[in-house]
C-alpha cells in the first residue's frame, strides 16, 4: 500500500496515545493506524505509529521490543494509581536518604522478576479492563507477570526527588517499578513525571512533534524501509 510506514511521534503530556491515532487519521485520511505501546496521557516521549495495512501487520515486532525511560519519582508520598493523576492515599514523614542507599535498592530491581500489574491500567482480567474496576473502587488480584529490567541508573537526586534512567523489557509498568521502589525503601513514592526516549530503535532523535504534521507533509516523516 502507498503511503504506509511508521511515523515517530514526540508525544506531549497531556493527549491519550489513542488521541494521537485520531489526529493521525484525520491528517492521513488512513484509518488503518495503529501504535505499539501506550503512553499515558501524563506521559510523554517516544510513540510508535503504523501508518496502513502493512505496517500494522509489523506492529507486535516492535510492540515486543524493548523500551527506555527517564523517571522522576517523589519520595514519602503514595498515590491509588501510583503516579501524579491518582489520589494521595499515604504521607510519610521521612529522613533524608543517602545516594548509596538508592544505588543500593535500585541494583535489587534489575534483572528478570515478577511484577504485580497496578490496577489502574489497561490490562483485562476475564474481559474487564482493570482501570474500570478501579474506578468502580474493586481491587481484583493480578497475577504477576514476568518481566525485565536491562539498566537502571540513577541519572539525578534532589531529595525527595529522584531521577531514574530504565531499560527494561515490554509489558513493564514504570509506575508499579516507582511503587515498588518505595517499599523497598521503606518510604513510599509515586512516579511523577515519565518520558520514554525510545521504543527498539526508534528514539526521540527520530521523533516529530505531532503538532507540525499536516495532510501536505506528514509522509516526509513516514519510515518505510522496516
Request: aromatic share 8%.
Amino acid at each position: 500500500m502507498k503511503n504506509s510506514g511508521f511515523l515517530v511521534v514526540n508525544k506531549p503530556v497531556g493527549p491519550t496515545s489513542h488521541d494521537i491515532v485520531n489526529q493521525l487519521r484525520k491528517i492521513t485520511g488512513i484509518k488503518k493506524i495503529g501504535h505499539a505501546g501506550t503512553l499515558d496521557p501524563f506521559a510523554g516521549g517516544v510513540l510508535v505509529l503504523a501508518i496502513g495495512r502493512n505496517a500494522t501487520k509489523q506492529i507486535d515486532k516492535i510492540v515486543k521490543t524493548q523500551k527506555k525511560y527517564k523517571a522522576q519519582i517523589c519520595l514519602g508520598v503514595v498515590t491509588d494509581t501510583h503516579d501524579s493523576t491518582g489520589k494521595i492515599i499515604e504521607e510519610n514523614k521521612i529522613e533524608f536518604i543517602t545516594r548509596k542507599k538508592i544505588k543500593k535498592v535500585l541494583k535489587n530491581f534489575q534483572g528478570r522478576q515478577k511484577q504485580i500489574p497496578p490496577m489502574f491500567s489497561a490490562k483485562k482480567i476475564k474481559g474487564e479492563k482493570l482501570y474500570n474496576l478501579a474506578r468502580q473502587g474493586k481491587i481484583v488480584e493480578r497475577e504477576p507477570v514476568e518481566i525485565e529490567v536491562y539498566e537502571l541508573k540513577l541519572k539525578n537526586y534532589d531529595f525527595p526527588g529522584v531521577e531514574i534512567e530504565i531499560i527494561c523489557s515490554s509489558g513493564t509498568y514504570i509506575r508499579s517499578l516507582a511503587y515498588d521502589i518505595g517499599q523497598e525503601l521503606e518510604c513510599g513514592a509515586y512516579l511523577k513525571e515519565l518520558q520514554r526516549t525510545a521504543v527498539g530503535d526508534y528514539t526521540l532523535k527520530n521523533a516529530v512533534n505531532p503538532e507540525i504534521l499536516t495532510s501536505q507533509n506528514w509522509t516526509e516523516y513516514l519510515i518505510t524501509n522496516t
